[in-house]
């Protein structure tokens, strides 16, 4: 596929997602997301062409003009919508699929300095929503969704919606798997305090009812 093709391609998804956009022109000038991708897509060529330094003066440019990092040595597929952008990264062995949408703020990075595959790879359609942190070496599946705001530290079967910090698998090909409210979720230290107050208020009757005076008991009368 050729650059014009390329770019017409990643217009056209916009279009389709973001029920914002107007018109191809808006798309081109103002849609930081598109200028990221299409900056990415340069600073890949150049590092596969062996030119590393030049890559990542691209990419860093990118990153100060549209507040998205994406690491040259990424791979990502086609038709990638990077909605709003500001703060999203996307880490060097980080593996994005066809059709995939992420959000402000999400960060696809790595748990520590090792060297080798330390990012995780997303399957095809998946959508990671705003604030999201998806973090190590693991496989996202196909059609998976990650809630705003989740921390995800594990594999995310095909899909599936994770949410929660760290994020839990809620439904699985939109059945509910768990019942989580996520309005009204439980807070487990708010009950085990509850828990703990039970106890000392049942303690506290035990020990009252032994310290308790006993009543002496009466003599009996003796017959004069």
């Not at 598109?34 to 900056?39: G, N």
């Not at 790879?121 to 996202?140: D, E, I, Y």
């Amino acid at each position: 596929m050729n650059i014009l093709n390329r770019i017409r391609e990643e217009v056209e998804v916009i279009r389709d997602r973001d029920p914002a956009a107007r018109n191809s022109v808006e798309i081109l000038l103002t849609y930081s997301g598109l200028h990221a991708v299409l900056a990415y897509r340069l600073s890949h060529k150049l590092l596969l062409h062996h030119k590393p330094t030049l890559a990542r003066i691209v990419s860093q440019t990118a990153r100060f003009f549209t507040g998205i990092e994406i690491h040259p040595g990424a791979r990502i597929g086609r038709r990638l919508f990077i909605d709003h952008g500001m703060g999203v990264v996307i880490g060097e062995t980080a593996v994005v699929g066809d059709d995939c949408t992420i959000y402000q703020g999400v960060t696809l990075g790595g748990t520590g300095k090792d060297h080798g595959k330390r990012h995780p790879s997303l399957g095809n359609n998946v959508t990671v929503g705003s604030g999201a942190k998806v973090l190590g070496p693991f496989h996202v599946g196909d059609n998976a969704k990650i809630a705003a705001g989740a921390v995800v530290l594990k594999e995310v079967p095909a899909n599936a919606t994770a949410v929660g910090v760290p994020a839990r698998v809620v439904r699985m090909n939109g059945v509910r798997v768990q019942d989580l409210d996520q309005i009204n979720i439980p807070d487990p230290v708010a009950a085990q305090l509850s828990e703990l107050t039970t106890r000392i208020e049942v303690l506290e009757a035990r020990t009252a009812a032994q310290e308790k005076p006993k009543r002496a008991p009466r003599r009996k009368k003796t017959e004069s």
